[in-house]
């Protein structure tokens, strides 16, 4: 009953930007809070941002925060994640998902949806 898809990753240069986009197959999107995980190969997944249902309240890993920015577009059912000043420690599998939550979350285990993820390479 919820399908996510990722798009928007790719081959970038350190310090190039991207922007990931979900796109959200689901009734009553902004019920959601959202989220943006990533995977490196070998590596747990990692908390990157998340937003709240209303759009109000968002949250950062250390390591992205000041380069990042979460965004959604409930008219769109939509989030998406600004990627400025990239860096070769950022690549990995950028993974979107949707939690039946009002706040923001951190935790993975918390994530109700998942999308299939979309891999992201900077070089350095």
């Known amino acids: 009953q919820v399908h996510l898809v990722e798009i928007g990753g790719g081959l970038v240069q350190a310090g190039d930007s991207l922007r990931l986009s979900c796109a959200a197959s689901?009734?009553?999107?902004?019920?959601?809070?959202m989220g943006w995980f990533r995977q490196a190969p070998g590596k747990d997944r990692e908390f990157v941002a998340g937003?709240?249902?209303?759009?109000?309240?968002?949250a950062y890993a250390d390591s992205v925060n000041g380069r990042f920015t979460i965004s959604r577009d409930n008219a769109k059912n939509t989030v998406y994640l600004q990627m400025n000043s990239l860096k070769p420690e950022d690549t990995a599998v950028y993974y979107c998902?949707?939690?039946?939550?009002?706040?923001?979350?951190?935790?993975?285990?918390?994530?109700?949806?998942w999308g299939q993820g979309t891999q992201v390479t900077v070089s350095s």
């Open positions: 998902a949707a939690a039946v939550a009002v706040v923001v979350l951190t935790s993975p285990n918390l994530y109700n949806y």
């Open positions: 689901m009734r009553s999107f902004s019920n959601y809070a």
């Open positions: 937003i709240s249902w209303a759009g109000d309240r968002t």
